[in-house]
């Protein structure tokens, strides 16, 4: 089965310390991988995408995931958190099962405390 | 224009009431969506338009109605809903329905059913 897997629900870190988000995914294909961020009351945002590139991969605001298929995994990292940073995060896999579909994992919301 | 706009960003409505939330976008995706948003949980999609044509409905109740005029404008049509309906709703667009690329997501809008 298909599946995104967000380690923590909640994620406290101090301002300008480093950020760790943690991605799990399940896929019987090579699968496309992406982060988005939602900043209270917002839409979503693409901070960046794995599409079997490069595996890893920069995205906005200093930003960046490593895609380990040998770990099933793509956690996002930042190493030095900003106040603005807080914000949920939604890791997120699309799969091809005879069509495509995107599955959104239950979210992370980043704490920053000056 | 990389952005899509969504219509009006909040919207209070009785349960007889009949509404329309829009979404437009100018990018020149050939893909819009429609998702719910419940408060701490990841979006549900609700339809899909692929070349302004209905592809995806999740078993969606019929007092949701979506319409895609053209391949600009996505509408959702809303009548006679019930206060668990009250969600944020999110317009998205890809390049195509596949969204290799991602999606780009409006700001959406608040709706509150009393």
């Known amino acids: 089965a298909q599946s995104v897997t967000q380690l923590d629900s909640h994620v406290s870190v101090s301002e300008g310390t480093p950020v760790l988000l943690r991605c799990n995914y399940s896929s019987s294909y090579s699968p496309s991988l992406f982060w988005y961020v939602q900043h209270p009351n917002k839409g979503l945002q693409l901070l960046l995408k794995?599409?079997?590139?490069?595996?890893l991969v920069k995205g906005i605001n200093g930003f960046e995931a490593e895609f380990k298929k040998s770990e099933t995994s793509f956690h996002l990292t930042k190493p030095s958190a900003h106040m603005s940073d807080a914000a949920e995060y939604f890791c997120?896999?699309?799969?091809?099962?005879?069509?495509?579909?995107?599955?959104f994992g239950a979210g992370t919301r980043l704490f920053v405390k000056a | 224009d990389t952005e899509v706009t969504q219509t009006p960003k909040h919207l209070v409505m009785g349960m007889t009431n009949k509404k329309s939330l829009k979404c437009e976008q100018h990018?020149?995706?050939?893909?819009m969506y429609w998702y719910k948003q419940k408060a701490k949980k990841p979006p549900e999609l609700m339809f899909v338009y692929s070349y302004e044509k209905l592809s995806i409905n999740e078993s969606v109740p019929s007092r949701f109605s979506p319409e895609c005029p053209n391949s600009s404008l996505l509408n959702l049509h809303l009548h006679a809903l019930q206060p668990e309906d009250s969600a944020l709703y999110l317009c998205?667009?890809?390049?195509?329905?596949?969204?290799?690329?991602?999606?780009?997501f409006g700001s959406g809008t608040r709706l509150t059913v009393v």
């Open positions: 998205a667009s890809s390049q195509n329905r596949d969204a290799e690329y991602g999606y780009t």
């Open positions: 990018m020149g995706h050939r893909a």
């Open positions: 794995y599409t079997s590139a490069a595996t």
């Open positions: 997120v896999v699309r799969v091809n099962t005879g069509g495509f579909k995107t599955i």
